[in-house]
DNA sequence: CGCGTATTTGATCTATCTCAAAGGCCGTGG
DNA sequence: CCACGGCCTTTGAGATAGATCAAATACGCG
């Protein structure tokens, strides 16, 4: 992105910090607000009225969050640790996007990104059991991981069971079973419930048929 | 947008035309175009390894396919009736947007809706029982086929009960078990297995928890 | 130190899958 | 024009992956 359009969003924007479990929005607010988170992870969540949850997204660091304008998009956004972003209103990206088209133009490319991995979480609702969505949300965090931080060694997850429950479709219970399961037959090592190191990639990635751009 | 751009999209299409069954293009299919359907309807199905399917998308006029390049996203589009479509180079596509930015900025938009619409599917597959995905399913349908064509009186289904089944996540058997049941519940009534006739939009809104905008 | 929350594991239940078979529709070819 | 084959839908019966319910244990925080 060119220099300008860099130190004009800059001078744009505001720096919002807020705590564990707390919001960054939710799904009813009808501010317009654009964020790009860098530090600390939380995820997008969406509530059914019986209290059924479904986490759409985990948030890295880096990440842009509320591109798409919440009259077609109703989700919230929440802190997995104290988190800070970035913010901008809405209008204000709108209005640069138009002067500096190439800002659009990025913001399209991240938008596609997205898409394509929230297609890749649906094949895996759609089609997969238990294991194979496990092992592809262990893959899949450990890519995030290291794009964000460079990580490799061992995939650190902040989130607990039921958040991972929720994303992949299923219960607490067996998010919990199936971890078990796959330490024991030694793809994986979990030295606490929050860390995982895995042992044998290409059998994972087998389970999951996700094969992660090394 | 403008007169002058849709002039020079017109002057760089192609019209291609496909029968039931065949595809528009496929998974491996390096090819990078933009079509959009014109007439006919269609699907976006993934497959994997073992056979098993999840179609991402009903395809009906007017919508645009291929605006994300299959480097990030690998799909097939499969026609479920003869089909007609405009076609355009990505590349044209492309150089056009750097011409024309409105052309971007409308696209981006195309793209906001997509992925709106692949959210609302991710929350149906993540949390819902199969019950819920009909009902949810059948309103998007009237809702899409009343943005396409205009009608409303009866809901037309070219697709299977199989690729009602691949969309939703459950088994043949599974969907059509459930038309029974909410026949006999008196919710819609059936003439044929491709035609349906919401009789109690009300209560099937909220099995569903979906409102189309009326 | 004690409470609340999260994980893990066990036992049972059930929604959905799987397997199986009957019936209907449509297009083809004799 | 009719018979046949293939595909689709529907329905039944039985199997099962994962849900639900329950309880023990571990962990972190005030």
Known sequence: MDDESIYELDALATRVTINKGEYLFEEEDPTRYVYNLQV???????????????????LY?????????????????KALSPLTACRWEMKDIDKLMEKHHELEHRIRRIG??????????????????ARER?????LQM???????????????LPMTRGDIADYLGVTVETVSRVFTIIKEEGLIALPDPY????????????????????
Chains 1, 2 share one sequence.
């Open 61 to 77: 660091p880096g990440d842009f969050i509320g591109l798409i304008p919440d009259s077609i998009v109703s989700v919230s956004a």
């Open 40 to 58: 600390g992870m939380g995820y997008l969540e969406r509530l059914s009225s019986d209290g059924r949850r479904q986490i759409m997204a985990f």
């Open 142 to 156: 450990e890519k995030r991981q290291k794009m964000a931080t460079g990580e490799t060694k061992s995939i650190h």
């Open 112 to 129: 596609n990104r997205v898409l394509a991995t929230t297609m890749d979480q649906l094949f895996i609702l759609g089609c997969k059991n």
């Open 134 to 138: 496990l092992a592809f949300f262990l």
């Open 195 to 214: 860390e995982v190191i895995i042992l044998q990639r290409e059998e994972l990635e087998n389970i999951a048929e996700y094969y992660s751009v090394t």
